[in-house]
C-alpha cells in the first residue's frame, strides 16, 4: 500500500486527556486501573474509568447525541489541537472529501441500561425521550463526529468487537486508495456500561486485581474505557508518523475464544506486513493485544513468536489503560506512534513474572531506544483480527 500519513493523532484515556498525559504516565510506568466504583456495579474487578464524563454533557447542536460514549468523543477530539487540525484540512481538501471512520464494539448501550430501569409498567415500551438513533445505534459515534468536525463526506461506523477502531484505518487507508475521499478522521471510543462489566464477568473472563498480560498468574481483563482519533492524509508529513500498513482476518473459530495456535492473528500480521512491503526483521517492537485472558495471550505469543522468533521486543499496554474493548486499536495505535516519536517501548507495569511457557520476547519494564516500525495488535471476539504497521514518516 501507499503509506499515509498520521498528520495529527490524540488519545484519552484512564492514563490522562491528552498525549502529554499519556506519555507523562507511559514514562513513569504508573498504572491508574482502580477497584471497580462504576454505577451501580457490584464486582470484585478492576477498571480503567476516565476522570470527569459527567462534567461534560453536549450541549446547542449536538445535545440529542448526550451519552456517556459521545461525550467520551468529544473529550477526546478536544485535545492535542485535533479539532483544528481537521478543520485546516478542510480547508485544504474540502469538508466533503474528509471521510469519517469511528468504531466502537457496544456505542453507547449505557443509555439503554438506563432506559430499561424507565419500562412503562403497562406496555413494557422504553421511554418515549429515549434517544436510541443519537446514542446507542452504532452509527452515533460516526455521525456525531462528523457533526462535531463540521465534516461532510463519507461516514462509516464498524463494530467489529475489539478490533473495531483498528479496522477504521484499514477501511479509510481503502477509500482513499479508491478516491472517494482525500482524507479521513479515523478512531473511535468504547466506553464503560453494565453489560460490557456483568457480561465479562460472567464469562469468568475478569480478573479481581488489576490484569498482568502474559503473567504467569494471569487471571482476566481489566476492562476500561478510552476515546482516541488520527487524521490520515496522502503526501504530508504532519506528525511524522505515517500507515505503512495493515492486515485483516476472521478467523471465526469461536464466539470468544481465539484459534488456540493463533492462525487468525499471524494471518493478520502478515497481511500487515506485506501490505508494507517489509519482512519480520524489519518491525522493531510489536504492541501486543494481550488481555492477560490465559487462552488468549498463549494464542497471540504463539503467532507472534511464529512469525518474529524469540527476538524482537514486544509486550501488551494494557495494565495501563485496561483493556478498552472496541477503542483498543486507536489506544494502542497512538501508544505506538508515541513509541516511534519519542524512542521509548512502554514497559508493562503489571507484569510481575512473565509466563515460564511464553516464547516471545516479552519485555516488562519500559526502554529508551531508537524505533522507525511498530506493529500493533488487536484481536476481538468471533476472530475479527487487525494488525497496523506504523513508522517514521
Keep these: ?7 495529527h493523532f490524540t488519545v484519552t484515556s484512564a492514563l490522562g ?25 457490584d464486582l470484585p474487578t478492576h477498571i480503567g474509568a476516565v476522570e470527569g464524563l459527567d462534567a461534560h454533557p453536549l450541549g446547542g447542536g449536538l445535545a440529542a447525541y448526550d451519552c456517556r460514549n459521545n461525550r467520551l468523543a468529544q473529550l477526546a477530539l478536544d485535545q492535542d489541537g485535533f479539532r483544528d487540525a481537521v478543520a485546516e484540512a478542510a480547508v485544504r481538501y474540502g469538508a466533503h472529501r474528509i471521510g469519517v471512520f469511528a468504531g466502537t464494539s457496544t456505542a453507547a448501550i449505557f443509555e439503554t441500561e438506563q432506559a430499561f430501569r424507565h419500562l412503562d ?21 460516526a455521525d456525531f463526529v462528523q457533526h462535531a468536525l463540521g465534516l461532510e463526506g463519507p461516514a462509516v461506523s464498524i463494530s467489529a468487537a475489539c478490533a ?45 486485581g488489576p490484569c498482568r498480560p502474559y503473567d504467569q498468574e494471569r487471571a482476566g481483563i481489566s476492562i476500561g474505557e478510552a476515546g482516541g482519533f488520527a487524521l490520515l492524509e496522502r503526501g504530508r508529513e504532519g506528525s511524522g508518523i505515517s500507515l505503512l500498513g495493515y492486515g485483516e482476518s476472521s478467523d471465526a473459530y469461536h464466539m470468544s475464544s481465539p484459534h488456540p495456535e493463533g492462525l487468525g492473528a499471524r494471518r493478520a500480521m502478515e497481511k500487515a506486513l506485506a501490505a508494507a512491503g517489509m519482512q519480520p526483521a524489519d518491525i522493531d517492537y510489536v504492541n501486543l493485544h494481550g488481555t492477560a485472558t490465559r487462552v488468549g495471550d498463549a494464542a497471540e505469543d504463539k503467532a507472534v513468536f511464529g512469525l518474529f522468533g524469540g527476538t524482537t521486543p514486544c509486550n501488551s499496554t494494557k495494565g495501563f489503560t485496561g483493556h478498552t474493548l472496541g477503542a483498543s486499536g ?52 468471533g476472530g475479527s483480527n487487525c494488525s497496523l504497521i506504523l513508522g517514521a514518516a
Design 164 to 208: 473495531s477502531t483498528a479496522m477504521t484505518f484499514a477501511a479509510a487507508a481503502r477509500m482513499i486508495a479508491s478516491g472517494l475521499c482525500d482524507a479521513a478522521v479515523v478512531g473511535g471510543v468504547d466506553s464503560l456500561c453494565l453489560t460490557t462489566l456483568y457480561g465479562f464477568h460472567a464469562l469468568q473472563l475478569t480478573a479481581e
Design 121 to 141: 409498567p403497562a406496555t413494557g415500551a422504553l421511554p418515549a425521550d429515549f434517544p436510541y438513533r443519537q446514542t446507542h445505534n452504532t452509527f452515533s459515534i
Design 1 to 7: 500500500m501507499q503509506p499515509l500519513s498520521v498528520s
Design 17 to 41: 486527556r491528552g498525549l502529554d498525559a499519556t506519555l507523562a504516565a507511559l514514562r513513569a510506568g504508573r498504572s491508574p486501573l482502580r477497584r471497580c466504583d462504576f454505577e451501580t456495579v
Design 330 to 381: 486507536i489506544v494502542e495505535a497512538v501508544i505506538s506512534a508515541l513509541a516511534i516519536r519519542h524512542g521509548h517501548i512502554p514497559a508493562s507495569p503489571t507484569t510481575r513474572d512473565v509466563d515460564s511457557g511464553i516464547t516471545c520476547r516479552y519485555v516488562t519494564a519500559g526502554e529508551d531506544r531508537p524505533l522507525k516500525r511498530v506493529m500493533s495488535n488487536s484481536f476481538g471476539f
